[in-house]
Protein backbone atom coordinates (compact mmCIF):
# COMPACT_ATOMS: atom_id res chain seq x y z
CA UNK A 1 0.00 0.00 0.00
CA UNK A 2 1.16 3.73 -0.20
CA UNK A 3 1.49 4.67 2.87
CA UNK A 4 1.68 8.25 4.61
CA UNK A 5 3.62 8.89 8.11
CA UNK A 6 2.67 11.83 9.29
CA UNK A 7 5.59 13.43 11.70
CA UNK A 8 8.76 12.03 11.92
CA UNK A 9 9.20 11.65 15.62
CA UNK A 10 10.01 8.29 17.15
CA UNK A 11 6.40 7.02 16.56
CA UNK A 12 6.60 8.13 13.11
CA UNK A 13 9.85 6.70 12.27
CA UNK A 14 8.85 3.32 14.32
CA UNK A 15 5.58 2.84 11.97
CA UNK A 16 7.33 3.80 8.77
CA UNK A 17 10.24 1.61 9.13
CA UNK A 18 8.11 -1.44 10.62
CA UNK A 19 5.84 -0.70 7.49
CA UNK A 20 8.11 -0.54 4.84
CA UNK A 21 9.98 -3.04 6.06
CA UNK A 22 6.23 -4.91 5.09
CA UNK A 23 6.89 -4.29 1.98
CA UNK A 24 4.47 -1.02 2.04
CA UNK A 25 5.41 2.40 0.45
CA UNK A 26 5.91 5.22 3.04
CA UNK A 27 6.15 8.69 2.32
CA UNK A 28 6.90 10.47 5.42
CA UNK A 29 5.97 13.91 5.88
CA UNK A 30 7.55 16.18 8.68
CA UNK A 31 6.91 19.84 9.32
CA UNK A 32 10.03 20.53 11.62
CA UNK A 33 12.76 21.13 9.61
CA UNK A 34 14.87 18.30 11.32
CA UNK A 35 13.88 14.68 12.22
CA UNK A 36 13.50 12.95 15.42
CA UNK A 37 10.53 15.17 16.95
CA UNK A 38 10.87 15.75 20.80
CA UNK A 39 14.26 13.35 20.96
CA UNK A 40 16.14 15.36 18.11
CA UNK A 41 19.71 15.90 18.83
CA UNK A 42 23.27 16.91 17.91
CA UNK A 43 26.69 16.98 18.74
CA UNK A 44 27.84 20.99 19.59
CA UNK A 45 31.53 21.99 18.84
CA UNK A 46 32.83 19.84 22.04
CA UNK A 47 31.60 17.10 21.25
CA UNK A 48 28.53 17.40 23.46
CA UNK A 49 25.55 15.94 22.89
CA UNK A 50 22.44 17.82 23.07
CA UNK A 51 19.39 17.18 23.35
CA UNK A 52 17.30 20.27 21.93
CA UNK A 53 14.04 19.29 24.00
CA UNK A 54 15.09 18.75 27.08
CA UNK A 55 17.37 15.72 28.42
CA UNK A 56 15.82 12.12 27.20
CA UNK A 57 17.20 8.88 28.37
CA UNK A 58 16.21 5.39 26.89
CA UNK A 59 14.92 3.18 28.89
CA UNK A 60 12.41 0.18 28.37
CA UNK A 61 11.63 -3.18 29.82
CA UNK A 62 10.86 -4.56 26.39
CA UNK A 63 12.93 -6.73 24.57
CA UNK A 64 11.09 -6.50 21.71
CA UNK A 65 11.40 -2.50 21.72
CA UNK A 66 15.21 -2.79 22.64
CA UNK A 67 16.28 -5.15 20.03
CA UNK A 68 14.07 -3.04 17.30
CA UNK A 69 16.10 0.30 18.24
CA UNK A 70 19.48 -1.71 18.89
CA UNK A 71 19.36 -2.29 15.26
CA UNK A 72 19.41 1.77 14.83
CA UNK A 73 21.71 2.50 17.37
CA UNK A 74 24.92 1.31 19.70
CA UNK A 75 24.12 1.91 23.23
CA UNK A 76 26.42 3.69 25.72
CA UNK A 77 25.12 1.94 28.89
CA UNK A 78 24.44 4.92 30.86
CA UNK A 79 22.37 4.81 34.42
CA UNK A 80 20.01 7.80 35.05
CA UNK A 81 20.32 9.57 38.88
CA UNK A 82 18.68 12.72 39.35
CA UNK A 83 19.47 14.97 42.59
CA UNK A 84 17.03 17.41 44.07
CA UNK A 85 17.69 20.66 45.76
CA UNK A 86 15.94 20.18 48.82
CA UNK A 87 16.27 22.10 52.34
CA UNK A 88 19.82 23.35 51.25
CA UNK A 89 20.68 19.83 50.01
CA UNK A 90 20.86 17.59 46.85
CA UNK A 91 19.31 14.23 47.73
CA UNK A 92 18.62 10.99 45.70
CA UNK A 93 15.19 11.49 44.13
CA UNK A 94 13.15 9.17 43.58
CA UNK A 95 12.90 9.92 47.32
CA UNK A 96 14.70 6.13 48.64
CA UNK A 97 16.36 5.50 52.01
CA UNK A 98 19.44 7.60 51.18
CA UNK A 99 17.62 10.68 50.60
CA UNK A 100 15.94 10.02 54.31
CA UNK A 101 19.59 9.38 55.47
CA UNK A 102 20.62 12.26 53.91
CA UNK A 103 17.94 15.33 55.03
CA UNK A 104 17.24 13.90 59.05
CA UNK A 105 18.69 13.03 61.84
CA UNK A 106 19.95 9.59 62.89
CA UNK A 107 16.97 8.76 65.11
CA UNK A 108 14.62 9.82 62.59
CA UNK A 109 15.45 8.66 60.32
CA UNK A 110 16.15 5.19 61.74
CA UNK A 111 12.35 5.23 62.57
CA UNK A 112 11.00 6.33 59.21
CA UNK A 113 13.50 3.79 57.25
CA UNK A 114 11.76 1.08 59.98
CA UNK A 115 8.32 2.39 59.40
CA UNK A 116 8.70 2.14 55.47
CA UNK A 117 10.01 -1.29 55.56
CA UNK A 118 7.48 -2.44 57.81
CA UNK A 119 4.63 -1.31 56.06
CA UNK A 120 5.64 -1.74 52.49
CA UNK A 121 8.76 -4.24 52.10
CA UNK A 122 12.27 -3.54 50.82
CA UNK A 123 12.31 -3.33 47.29
CA UNK A 124 9.10 -1.58 47.10
CA UNK A 125 8.03 1.36 44.91
CA UNK A 126 5.18 3.50 47.17
CA UNK A 127 3.22 6.56 44.74
CA UNK A 128 3.36 9.87 47.36
CA UNK A 129 -0.91 9.93 46.95
CA UNK A 130 -0.40 6.12 48.33
CA UNK A 131 2.05 6.54 50.98
CA UNK A 132 -0.39 9.58 51.76
CA UNK A 133 -3.14 7.33 52.98
CA UNK A 134 -1.14 5.20 55.76
CA UNK A 135 -2.26 5.27 59.14
CA UNK A 136 1.13 4.80 60.51
CA UNK A 137 2.20 8.27 62.16
CA UNK A 138 5.87 7.95 61.35
CA UNK A 139 5.00 7.51 57.86
CA UNK A 140 1.97 10.28 57.69
CA UNK A 141 5.37 12.85 59.08
CA UNK A 142 7.54 11.10 56.28
CA UNK A 143 4.69 10.90 53.74
CA UNK A 144 3.74 15.12 54.57
CA UNK A 145 7.29 15.97 54.48
CA UNK A 146 7.65 14.58 50.73
CA UNK A 147 4.57 15.58 49.70
CA UNK A 148 5.82 19.01 50.35
CA UNK A 149 9.35 19.29 49.71
CA UNK A 150 9.60 17.10 46.85
CA UNK A 151 6.31 17.39 44.62
CA UNK A 152 3.57 19.75 45.62
CA UNK A 153 5.21 22.68 44.22
CA UNK A 154 7.06 20.91 41.42
CA UNK A 155 4.12 19.72 40.00
CA UNK A 156 2.34 23.21 40.77
CA UNK A 157 5.28 24.40 38.50
CA UNK A 158 5.30 21.88 35.77
CA UNK A 159 1.60 21.33 35.01
CA UNK A 160 -0.37 24.37 36.53
CA UNK A 161 -2.01 21.59 38.83
CA UNK A 162 -1.60 20.17 42.21
CA UNK A 163 -0.91 16.23 42.12
CA UNK A 164 -4.53 15.19 43.30
CA UNK A 165 -5.65 17.52 40.46
CA UNK A 166 -3.65 15.30 37.99
CA UNK A 167 -3.95 11.47 37.41
CA UNK A 168 -2.65 9.86 39.87
CA UNK A 169 -0.36 7.89 37.15
CA UNK A 170 1.99 11.24 36.56
CA UNK A 171 3.31 11.48 40.43
CA UNK A 172 3.37 7.98 40.57
CA UNK A 173 5.76 8.11 37.88
CA UNK A 174 8.48 8.93 40.13
CA UNK A 175 7.27 6.72 43.73
CA UNK A 176 9.14 6.82 46.99
CA UNK A 177 11.25 3.78 46.72
CA UNK A 178 12.10 1.59 49.82
CA UNK A 179 15.50 0.86 49.09
CA UNK A 180 18.80 2.31 47.86
CA UNK A 181 19.54 2.41 44.10
CA UNK A 182 19.82 5.68 43.81
CA UNK A 183 18.61 5.24 39.87
CA UNK A 184 15.78 6.96 38.62
CA UNK A 185 15.00 4.07 36.38
CA UNK A 186 15.05 0.30 37.04
CA UNK A 187 14.50 -0.83 33.92
CA UNK A 188 16.08 -3.37 32.55
CA UNK A 189 17.77 -1.87 29.43
CA UNK A 190 18.69 1.27 29.35
CA UNK A 191 20.95 3.65 27.49
CA UNK A 192 22.03 6.82 25.52
CA UNK A 193 22.52 6.19 21.87
CA UNK A 194 26.23 6.81 21.27
CA UNK A 195 25.70 8.13 17.58
CA UNK A 196 22.39 10.74 19.03
CA UNK A 197 18.61 9.99 18.88
CA UNK A 198 18.59 11.75 15.68
CA UNK A 199 21.09 9.24 13.79
CA UNK A 200 19.09 6.70 15.37
CA UNK A 201 16.01 8.01 13.74
CA UNK A 202 18.11 8.65 10.49
CA UNK A 203 19.46 5.20 10.44
CA UNK A 204 15.73 3.73 10.84
CA UNK A 205 14.58 6.12 7.90
CA UNK A 206 17.41 4.45 5.61
CA UNK A 207 15.13 2.24 3.64
CA UNK A 208 14.51 1.89 -0.46
CA UNK A 209 10.26 2.45 0.67
CA UNK A 210 11.24 4.97 2.94
CA UNK A 211 10.78 8.56 1.42
CA UNK A 212 10.65 11.78 4.05
CA UNK A 213 10.06 15.62 3.08
CA UNK A 214 11.24 17.58 5.65
CA UNK A 215 9.32 21.19 6.23
CA UNK A 216 6.30 19.68 5.36
CA UNK A 217 2.96 20.26 6.92
CA UNK A 218 0.15 17.72 6.93
CA UNK A 219 -2.61 19.10 4.62
CA UNK A 220 -6.12 17.21 3.74
CA UNK A 221 -4.94 16.61 0.50
CA UNK A 222 -2.11 14.65 0.99
CA UNK A 223 -4.94 11.91 2.25
CA UNK A 224 -6.39 11.56 -1.67
CA UNK A 225 -3.49 9.99 -2.95
CA UNK A 226 -2.52 7.43 -0.35
CA UNK A 227 -4.70 4.29 1.10
CA UNK A 228 -3.56 4.87 4.66
CA UNK A 229 -2.40 7.40 6.53
CA UNK A 230 -0.42 7.17 10.53
CA UNK A 231 -0.98 10.43 11.96
CA UNK A 232 1.38 11.34 14.97
CA UNK A 233 0.13 15.21 15.66
CA UNK A 234 -2.35 16.79 17.96
CA UNK A 235 -5.21 14.84 17.71
CA UNK A 236 -7.95 18.13 18.33
CA UNK A 237 -5.10 19.98 15.63
CA UNK A 238 -6.42 17.55 12.87
CA UNK A 239 -10.22 18.43 13.38
CA UNK A 240 -10.00 22.08 13.53
CA UNK A 241 -10.73 22.25 16.89
CA UNK A 242 -14.18 21.61 16.07
CA UNK A 243 -14.52 19.92 20.06
CA UNK A 244 -12.49 22.66 21.49
CA UNK A 245 -8.86 22.17 22.13
CA UNK A 246 -6.82 19.43 23.95
CA UNK A 247 -4.84 21.33 26.47
CA UNK A 248 -0.95 21.32 26.93
CA UNK A 249 1.91 21.63 29.03
CA UNK A 250 4.95 23.57 27.36
CA UNK A 251 8.49 24.76 28.39
CA UNK A 252 11.06 27.13 27.55
CA UNK A 253 14.13 26.20 27.36
CA UNK A 254 17.34 28.40 28.54
CA UNK A 255 20.49 26.99 27.50
CA UNK A 256 23.83 28.56 28.73
CA UNK A 257 27.89 27.04 27.76
CA UNK A 258 30.41 27.22 30.57
CA UNK A 259 33.92 27.14 30.28
CA UNK A 260 34.16 24.31 33.06
CA UNK A 261 34.28 20.80 33.37
CA UNK A 262 31.68 20.53 34.94
CA UNK A 263 28.35 23.09 36.08
CA UNK A 264 26.44 20.71 38.54
CA UNK A 265 27.06 17.14 39.60
CA UNK A 266 24.86 15.04 38.16
CA UNK A 267 23.10 14.69 34.73
CA UNK A 268 19.97 16.00 35.71
CA UNK A 269 18.74 18.23 39.34
CA UNK A 270 15.57 19.04 40.16
CA UNK A 271 14.53 22.42 41.97
CA UNK A 272 11.01 21.55 43.67
CA UNK A 273 10.67 24.50 45.69
CA UNK A 274 13.19 27.07 44.84
CA UNK A 275 13.60 28.67 41.55
CA UNK A 276 10.66 29.19 38.61
CA UNK A 277 12.94 26.20 36.27
CA UNK A 278 11.56 22.95 37.63
CA UNK A 279 14.69 21.32 36.75
CA UNK A 280 18.59 21.32 35.28
CA UNK A 281 20.21 19.25 32.53
CA UNK A 282 23.87 18.64 32.01
CA UNK A 283 24.20 17.51 28.71
CA UNK A 284 27.73 15.80 28.88
CA UNK A 285 27.42 13.74 31.40
CA UNK A 286 25.09 11.02 28.90
CA UNK A 287 28.05 9.80 26.91
CA UNK A 288 31.03 11.05 29.32
CA UNK A 289 31.78 13.66 27.03
CA UNK A 290 35.85 15.20 27.87
CA UNK A 291 35.90 18.54 27.97
CA UNK A 292 36.68 21.59 29.77
CA UNK A 293 33.54 23.08 28.36
CA UNK A 294 29.95 22.69 29.62
CA UNK A 295 26.42 22.64 28.29
CA UNK A 296 23.26 23.12 30.64
CA UNK A 297 19.89 23.88 29.88
CA UNK A 298 17.05 25.42 32.47
CA UNK A 299 13.22 24.18 32.10
CA UNK A 300 10.78 26.62 32.42
CA UNK A 301 7.21 25.44 32.37
CA UNK A 302 4.61 27.38 30.59
CA UNK A 303 1.20 26.62 29.27
CA UNK A 304 1.31 25.87 25.86
CA UNK A 305 -0.12 28.54 23.40
CA UNK A 306 -1.10 27.59 19.69
CA UNK A 307 1.39 29.33 17.69
CA UNK A 308 3.87 30.49 20.68
CA UNK A 309 5.24 27.49 21.62
CA UNK A 310 5.28 23.39 21.25
CA UNK A 311 3.20 20.97 22.69
CA UNK A 312 5.46 19.22 24.91
CA UNK A 313 2.90 17.61 27.42
CA UNK A 314 -0.72 15.89 27.37
CA UNK A 315 -2.13 17.24 31.09
CA UNK A 316 -3.36 13.56 31.93
CA UNK A 317 -7.01 14.57 34.22
CA UNK A 318 -10.22 13.51 33.83
CA UNK A 319 -11.78 15.98 31.50
CA UNK A 320 -9.02 16.29 29.25
CA UNK A 321 -9.51 12.30 29.11
CA UNK A 322 -13.03 13.26 28.35
CA UNK A 323 -12.21 15.43 25.59
CA UNK A 324 -9.97 13.43 24.11
CA UNK A 325 -12.11 10.50 23.91
CA UNK A 326 -15.21 12.41 21.99
CA UNK A 327 -12.07 12.96 19.61
CA UNK A 328 -11.62 9.13 19.13
CA UNK A 329 -15.60 8.99 18.22
CA UNK A 330 -14.29 11.43 15.35
CA UNK A 331 -11.09 9.64 14.21
CA UNK A 332 -13.18 6.05 14.29
CA UNK A 333 -14.90 7.74 11.26
CA UNK A 334 -11.82 8.31 9.33
CA UNK A 335 -11.24 5.12 6.97
CA UNK A 336 -8.22 6.12 5.99
CA UNK A 337 -6.51 7.48 8.96
CA UNK A 338 -4.43 5.92 11.98
CA UNK A 339 -3.98 8.72 15.00
CA UNK A 340 -0.57 7.41 17.12
CA UNK A 341 2.48 9.33 19.47
CA UNK A 342 2.08 11.51 22.34
CA UNK A 343 -0.31 14.01 20.29
CA UNK A 344 -1.89 11.27 18.34
CA UNK A 345 -3.19 9.70 21.55
CA UNK A 346 -2.77 12.60 24.18
CA UNK A 347 -0.44 10.24 26.34
CA UNK A 348 2.01 11.01 28.41
CA UNK A 349 4.07 8.44 26.65
CA UNK A 350 7.93 8.09 27.21
CA UNK A 351 9.85 6.86 23.96
CA UNK A 352 9.61 2.90 24.59
CA UNK A 353 6.23 3.10 24.92
CA UNK A 354 5.68 5.64 22.17
CA UNK A 355 7.95 2.83 19.80
CA UNK A 356 5.83 0.15 21.16
CA UNK A 357 2.46 1.23 19.88
CA UNK A 358 4.14 1.87 16.86
CA UNK A 359 5.21 -1.82 16.61
CA UNK A 360 1.96 -3.22 17.56
CA UNK A 361 0.16 -0.92 15.60
CA UNK A 362 2.46 -2.00 12.51
CA UNK A 363 2.05 -5.95 13.46
CA UNK A 364 -1.70 -5.42 13.42
CA UNK A 365 -2.26 -3.33 9.88
P1 LIG B 1 6.96 13.79 18.87
O1 LIG B 1 8.38 13.59 19.21
O2 LIG B 1 6.26 14.99 19.40
O3 LIG B 1 6.86 13.80 17.27
C1 LIG B 1 5.73 14.23 16.58
C2 LIG B 1 6.24 14.90 15.31
O4 LIG B 1 5.12 15.19 14.45
C3 LIG B 1 6.92 16.22 15.58
O5 LIG B 1 8.22 16.21 15.01
C4 LIG B 1 6.01 17.24 14.92
O6 LIG B 1 6.72 18.35 14.40
C5 LIG B 1 5.36 16.43 13.84
N1 LIG B 1 4.05 16.96 13.43
C6 LIG B 1 3.03 17.27 14.25
N2 LIG B 1 1.98 17.74 13.51
C7 LIG B 1 2.37 17.73 12.21
C8 LIG B 1 1.71 18.11 11.00
N3 LIG B 1 0.46 18.58 10.99
N4 LIG B 1 2.40 17.96 9.85
C9 LIG B 1 3.68 17.48 9.86
N5 LIG B 1 4.34 17.10 10.98
C10 LIG B 1 3.69 17.22 12.15
N6 LIG B 1 10.95 9.88 27.04
C11 LIG B 1 11.79 8.95 27.55
O7 LIG B 1 11.61 7.75 27.28
N7 LIG B 1 12.85 9.31 28.34
C12 LIG B 1 13.11 10.60 28.67
O8 LIG B 1 14.08 10.89 29.39
C13 LIG B 1 12.24 11.61 28.15
N8 LIG B 1 12.44 12.90 28.46
C14 LIG B 1 11.61 13.84 27.96
C15 LIG B 1 11.83 15.18 28.29
C16 LIG B 1 11.00 16.18 27.79
C17 LIG B 1 11.25 17.60 28.17
C18 LIG B 1 9.91 15.82 26.94
C19 LIG B 1 9.00 16.88 26.39
C20 LIG B 1 9.68 14.49 26.61
C21 LIG B 1 10.53 13.50 27.11
N9 LIG B 1 10.33 12.16 26.78
C22 LIG B 1 11.16 11.19 27.31
C23 LIG B 1 9.21 11.73 25.92
C24 LIG B 1 9.59 11.63 24.43
O9 LIG B 1 9.99 12.90 23.97
C25 LIG B 1 8.37 11.11 23.67
O10 LIG B 1 7.98 9.85 24.14
C26 LIG B 1 8.60 10.97 22.19
O11 LIG B 1 9.20 12.11 21.65
C27 LIG B 1 7.29 10.70 21.51
O12 LIG B 1 7.48 10.64 20.14
P2 LIG B 1 6.29 10.98 19.15
O13 LIG B 1 6.80 10.63 17.79
O14 LIG B 1 5.05 10.34 19.59
O15 LIG B 1 6.05 12.54 19.30
N1 LIG C 1 7.75 15.17 40.21
C1 LIG C 1 7.86 16.03 41.29
N2 LIG C 1 9.10 16.29 41.81
C2 LIG C 1 10.23 15.74 41.32
C3 LIG C 1 10.12 14.86 40.23
C4 LIG C 1 8.87 14.60 39.69
O1 LIG C 1 6.87 16.56 41.74
O2 LIG C 1 11.33 16.02 41.84
C5 LIG C 1 6.41 14.91 39.66
C6 LIG C 1 5.97 16.05 38.74
O3 LIG C 1 4.57 16.15 38.78
C7 LIG C 1 6.46 15.53 37.40
C8 LIG C 1 6.09 14.05 37.51
O4 LIG C 1 6.40 13.73 38.88
O5 LIG C 1 5.82 16.16 36.33
C9 LIG C 1 6.79 13.12 36.58
O6 LIG C 1 8.19 13.34 36.68
P1 LIG C 1 9.18 12.91 35.50
O7 LIG C 1 10.56 13.17 35.97
O8 LIG C 1 8.83 11.55 35.05
O9 LIG C 1 8.77 13.97 34.38
P2 LIG C 1 9.26 14.16 32.85
O10 LIG C 1 10.70 13.70 32.80
O11 LIG C 1 8.34 13.37 32.01
O12 LIG C 1 9.13 15.64 32.65
Not at 129 to 153: C, G, I, P, T, W
Amino acid sequence: MDILVVGAGLTGATLARALAEKGHEIRLIEQREHLAGNCFDYFNDNEIDVHMYGTHIFHTQSAEVWHFASRFAEWYPYQHEVRAFIDGKLVPVPFNINSIEALFPTSIADRLIYALLNEFGLGQKVPILELRKSQNKDLQFLANYVYEKVFLHYTEKQWGFTPEQLDQAVTGRVPVFVGKDNRYFQDKYQGIPIAGYTRMVERMLEHENISVDLNTKFSRDQLEEVDHCFYTGAIDEYFNYVLGELPYRSLKFNFLEFNRAHFQPYAVVNYPNNYDWTRIGEYKYFLDTKSDKTVVSYEYPEAFVRGQNERYYPIPNEANDKLYKRYLELAAKEAKLTFAGRLGDYRYYNMDQAMLRAIKLSESF
